[in-house]
């Protein structure tokens, strides 16, 4: 069954410690990404990856960091540099073609 | 540098009215145009998408969008408007097939029975 997974669906953290959240695909997509969620702000995104070993920052990096070891896996790592995490984190992946396509999301919340 | 305005942020109709769901895009090249919709703790899901081949753009679950270069822009509509429909609609625009996408702050569509 193919598809972009994300986990874990929530996490919470205690502000000071780094979390990490996991997005994989098994589509065979080169290129993936993470996007932040925020209510009433749309989706910003944070970094992004176009083939492995390899990737830029977006908009809104800071305080965020990721890696691209695999094709089929790109983590994001919250460290406790980002003041204001909690949010709603999605990953998306594309094929060599225009459309992006979305997991199903974690919700972080700062405890 | 590209935007996507989607004004308003609620939008409420009837079951069975019609669906209008307002995007405007500023955009230096022609742009690729998307609409994704997102249900409560959900992922997005691709709706429709125009890529410079036929202006109006049907879609999943009865939507289309119409492209129109001289208005800039590219509403969503839908002739009935059904319960399902209740959710998240984000527009978004691209400048071509292996660029960023940018979004807009998206629409919130209730279904009033």
Redesign the interface.
Known sequence: DGGITQSPKYLFRKEGQNVTLSCEQNLNHDAMYWYRQDPGQGLRLIYYSQIVNDFQKGDIAEGYSVSREKKESFPLTVTSAQKNPTAFYLCASRLNTDTQYFGPGTRLTVL | AQSVTQLG?HVSVSEGALVLLRCNYSSSVPP?L?W?VQYP??????LL?Y?SAATLVKGINGFEAEFKKSETSFHLTKPSAHMSDAAEY?CAT?T???S??T????ITLSVRP
């Open positions: 942020s690729y998307f994704y703790n959900q992922g997005l899901q691709l998408k890529t984000f691209s071509g097939a292996n960023k996408l979004f807009g702050k998206g």
